[in-house]
């Protein structure tokens, strides 16, 4: 596909608000079993041996690349995204988690390679800059975990894993988001929850009180993830 027939074209059909609600809905289903939480921690080691980075499987990477595994597959389904095309509308700059899957049996997007990957991200970023926020005193670009296309607007997804503690720096967590809801037509905070605590996550109603409507926020409580 050429990035002229790309511009042309819409895929995933829907406004942004509505997007992020319906991909909230998606999320607070998938409470992930202990023996989901192995299989994609597993993967995501040996995606960060193959690429030949750090040996470690960070707590929100392994829920990013669950929830994320998740998200593409409905969007893909929902609004039929041929294969080829997933790149282009719902990606990242995150390496590690873009092959990671827990139901390779059902899903078909761990077949897209790394390399398509790449370009589809690279044409993402041409056609929209915003996905990458310059700040003060930074060279490199601040990014959310995942982008979604939709309407010719960026919607951005963010992924947080909290223990017993909560949110630990809540205004740090703050800054962070209101530069997404600045720059993209709308945004979604989706925290994983390991210490099951669910609704009493320290700093979420704090959050919520900060940006309102503004910032989707959806909490989902799952088994603890190691840090290593």
Known sequence: MKLGDIERNTLINVQPAALVAEVGR???????????VFEVRRQVLARQAH???????????????????????????????????????????????RRVCSTPSRHSHHHIADTDWAEGWRRLQHRHPEVNVYVPRRRSAKRADLYLVTSDKVVSVEFKYVGQHGLRDVPACAGQMRRYVEKHAATLLAIYDGANKGSEVRGVDQLRSLF??????????GPAIPAR
């Open 212 to 221: 309102g409507p503004a910032l989707s926020v959806v909490v989902v409580s």
């Open 26 to 36: 998606v999320i607070e289903k998938a409470t992930p079993s202990e023996q989901d």
């Open 51 to 97: 690429l030949g980075l750090q040996d470690r499987a960070a707590p929100e990477c392994v829920a990013e690349s669950f929830f994320r595994c998740l998200v593409i597959d409905h969007l893909q389904c929902h609004y039929r995204v041929a294969l080829e095309e997933i790149p282009d509308w719902i990606n990242s700059s995150h390496t590690a988690t």
